[in-house]
Nanobody
Framework: QVQLVESGGGLVQAGVSLRLSCAASGRSLISYATGWFRQAPGKEREFVAAISRNGDRTYYEDSVKGRFTVSRDNAKHTVYLQMNSLKPEDTAVYYC????????????????????WGQGTQVTVSS
């Protein structure tokens, strides 16, 4: 069992930065790949970024490439999403998710790949 808790969201103006954190407990962080998703009001939850178990591979949704960076510190059991140059269209609840892996360094973009989800953190970007 894995518990995930996101933090770091808030209300910001366009152009500034935020860093989201996803703290994991219950299982060694090295055991799973992690993804970030977001859900805006009235929309489906969508993929944002993913990182492999050991952090050597990352993948981003096109609209955040060059602005967002996903990273992880397995010693601190935490995954991060650094969000720069925020835009109003980035407004959403952001969720981290974990996929348990015994081996491999894949990255995963589909919601169905992930078994564990955090409760989400709200990010609101004003223009």
């Amino acid at each position: 069992q894995v518990q995930l808790v996101e933090s770091g969201g808030g209300l910001v103006q366009a152009g500034v930065s935020l860093r989201l954190s996803c703290a994991a407990s219950g299982r060694s962080l090295i055991s799973y790949a992690t993804g970030w998703f977001r859900q805006a009001p009235g929309k489906e939850r969508e993929f944002v970024a993913a990182i492999s178990r050991n952090g050597d591979r990352t993948y981003y949704e096109d609209s955040v490439k060059g602005r967002f960076t996903v990273s992880r510190d397995n010693a601190k059991h935490t995954v991060y999403l650094q969000m720069n140059s925020l835009k109003p269209e980035d407004t959403a609840v952001y969720y981290c998710a974990a996929k348990i892996l015994s081996s491999g360094t894949g990255v995963y973009t589909a919601k169905s790949e992930y078994s564990y989800w955090g409760q989400g953190t709200q990010v609101t970007v004003s223009s």
